[in-house]
């Protein structure tokens, strides 16, 4: 059986995440026009405690332009088959890790 924790919207750090028994995160940003910001910081930290623990990582959106600190992220435009408010982009790469089963 799968479980799977989604952070989001993200709207704080997650200092120490327990993900014992989880085998998916999926982390995310507020979208609409009053979203509060998303700090990469705290999306970096539990990518990191993903990768520790070897759970797969679902990165869905910065949620807003504000919050993506890349403003050349490419997943910000329209015609991205990736295409993501806020773009999806993370340090360069787009992390959509799924579940071995779903």
């Not at 995440?17 to 014992?20: E, H, Q, T, V």
């Given at each position: 059986?799968?479980?799977?924790?989604?952070?989001?919207?993200?709207?704080?750090?997650?200092l120490t995440?327990?993900?014992?028994g989880?085998?998916?995160?999926?982390?995310?940003?507020?979208?609409?026009?009053?979203?509060?910001?998303?700090?990469?910081?705290?999306?970096?930290?539990?990518?990191?405690?993903?990768?520790?623990?070897?759970?797969?990582?679902?990165?869905?959106?910065?949620?807003?332009?504000?919050?993506?600190?890349?403003?050349?992220?490419?997943?910000?435009?329209?015609?991205?088959?990736?295409?993501?408010?806020?773009?999806?982009?993370?340090?360069?790469?787009?992390?959509?890790?799924?579940?071995?089963s779903?």
């Open positions: 059986k799968n479980s799977f924790i989604s952070f989001e919207p993200l709207i704080g750090p997650i995440p327990d993900l014992k989880i085998s998916w995160v999926i982390v995310g940003g507020e979208s609409g026009i009053h979203a509060r910001q998303m700090l990469s910081e705290w999306v970096l930290a539990i990518k990191e405690t993903c990768e520790t623990f070897n759970i797969p990582f679902f990165f869905k959106q910065w949620g807003s332009k504000k919050s993506n600190p890349d403003k050349k992220d490419d997943t910000l435009l329209k015609r991205h088959p990736y295409y993501a408010m806020g773009g999806c982009k993370l340090d360069g790469v787009i992390y959509q890790s799924l579940p071995l779903v």
